[in-house]
């Protein structure tokens, strides 16, 4: 991602600068100035260029008369009284996707009367947030395709880097995540999911770790018998967080589905699009992306992620339909379709984490069903939820962040849905309501008492094309959601 750094005024040498302004009648402020330098050129360029101040509108020159930078950019900001967080994020955004791959490898944004502090650090913080590429498997890229931009300079509100060195934190852990849902399978499987996180001990971060015999030792019988058709084998991984300095505090957990390649196993996915499974362990990247932010900003908040990790294969060994497995608390399921096995591998982890932490807050993500994307499309992810305050907690933190929500409802109508005539649960329902019918099954594993929400990200934790504040592919949806939820509610 891009280096961010703050100076109180633009060099003499800058080779890239960035103005902004907003609506309104005529320039203002430094880009008033340069329009002059230039002998009108700015004003004659936003004329021209139909440009009315839009937020992350950009008219460019190049080579200016009269100023010494070689590339002059003109960026609207939208009217300052609806200049917020989202906002700044978005022009930080536009500015980087214009010069990322421009040969350029520095920008000064000269922000000196236009932005607050907050303001310019959330700028920063949507450019380095754009600025992020995934392509260490691409060696043939030509050299107009690679990122060349390395460098993003805020001018002129130098009060700006405080608050900017926190997001910096957040974005790394969203860096975390998108690298992890980007790897393909054969690279990322539970046991180098483990590898890779094993470096979160340097911010501070306990990890445990749970291999096949131990979770066989506690009874998790529905995520091993996810994990049973693959040669890769399963793992069940905590990260702890506890930034209050006190022992007493109870953990908020978090927990994330970490399918980290789903064939739909015997019940088998179509060929095509197949590929596109390797994002379904979206929910744990996120749950350790977030565990990542919570450290590397010394969050003072106690909070305990867990990711149960397997890979769904077809082989001779796998489960099969019709199947019957014991979950770690003892209730029965009939697997009636092996596709839906996120919800059985999130039932033992869940159980496991409120029988060793004793949380009060239970969230849970999930890449968990095709239905949710139907009902919602790609601009919400789901929210279900047993208690109405943690549901609003968590609606208001992901519209701070520009991480939607939308809450669906559950209730015992719907519970009805799973009752098997074998067993104590079948794993599916009908085909009406799935995301229902799938969080439905996972509040059955809910301890009394304890608050519970469940995410449903199958729709945003992967984009087809680019947005504002990420490329193509892994948005890292739901670091910074739960990095808000968790400032929010839970730190002094």
Avoid at 3 to 20: N, T
Avoid at 75 to 98: M, N, S, Y
Avoid at 222 to 235: H, I, K, M, N
Avoid at 305 to 323: C, T
């Amino acid at each position: 991602m891009l280096a961010v750094s703050f100076l109180p005024a633009v060099p003499a040498d800058a080779a890239v600068l960035v103005l902004l302004s907003g609506p309104g009648d005529g320039l203002a402020g430094p880009a008033a100035a340069a329009d002059a330098a230039s002998g009108g050129a700015l004003a004659r360029a936003a004329t021209a260029a139909r440009f009315e101040g839009e937020a992350g509108s950009i008219v460019e020159l190049l080579a200016p008369a009269g100023l010494s930078c070689q590339r002059l950019l003109l960026v609207g900001t939208g009217p300052a009284e609806k200049l917020d967080a989202l906002t700044a994020e978005r022009i930080g955004g536009a500015i980087t996707a214009r010069l990322l791959t421009s040969g350029e490898t520095a920008a000064h944004v000269d922000a000196t009367g236009v932005l607050n502090p907050e303001q310019a650090a959330h700028l920063a913080h949507g450019g380095q947030l754009r600025s992020w590429q995934f392509n260490p498997y691409r060696t043939r890229l030509k050299d107009k395709q690679k990122p060349s931009l390395a460098q993003l300079v805020v001018v002129g509100v130098p009060d700006a880097a405080g608050p900017h060195a926190r997001l910096a934190a957040i974005a790394g852990g969203v860096a975390r995540t998108r690298t992890l849902v980007s790897e393909p399978p054969n690279i990322l499987y539970p046991e180098s999911f483990v590898d890779k996180a094993l470096d979160l001990a340097g911010l501070g971060v306990e990890l445990i770790v749970l291999d096949d015999a131990e979770m066989r030792r506690l009874g998790m019988g529905a995520l091993l018998g996810v994990a049973q058709g693959s040669v890769r084998p399963a793992r069940l991984l905590a990260m702890r967080w506890n930034g209050t300095g006190r022992d007493d505090v109870k953990p908020v957990v978090l927990v994330g589905k970490g399918v980290t390649f789903d064939t739909g196993g015997i019940s088998l996915k179509p060929a095509a699009g197949m590929e596109d499974m390797k994002w379904d362990m979206g929910g744990a990247g996120a749950v350790t992306g977030a565990m990542h932010a919570l450290a590397a900003r010394q969050a003072k908040a106690h909070v305990i992620g867990v990711v149960g990790l397997v890979e769904n294969m077809p082989d001779g060994n796998a489960q099969r339909p019709g199947d019957v497995v014991t979950t770690m608390n003892g209730q029965t399921v009939e697997v009636i379709n092996t596709d839906a096995e996120g919800r059985l591998v999130l039932c033992d982890a869940i159980w496991w984490a409120q029988e060793t932490f004793e949380p009060e807050v239970v969230v849970d993500l999930a890449t968990l069903t095709g239905a949710i994307i139907i009902s919602l499309g790609h601009e919400h992810a789901g929210l279900f939820a047993n208690d109405d305050g943690l549901a609003e907690q968590l609606r208001s933190a992901g519209a701070a962040v520009g991480e939607k929500l939308w809450r669906m409802p559950i209730g015992e109508a719907y519970d009805k849905l799973i009752d098997s005539d074998v067993a104590d649960i079948k794993n599916v329902g009908p085909r009406e309501g799935g995301s229902i019918s799938a969080a439905q099954f996972i509040g059955r594993f809910i301890k009394p008492g304890v608050k519970w929400a469940h995410l449903d990200v199958a729709g945003t934790v992967w984009a087809t094309k680019p947005g504002a504040v990420h490329d193509k592919g892994a948005t890292g949806y739901g670091v910074r959601l739960l990095d808000r939820f968790i400032a929010d509610n839970f730190e002094g």
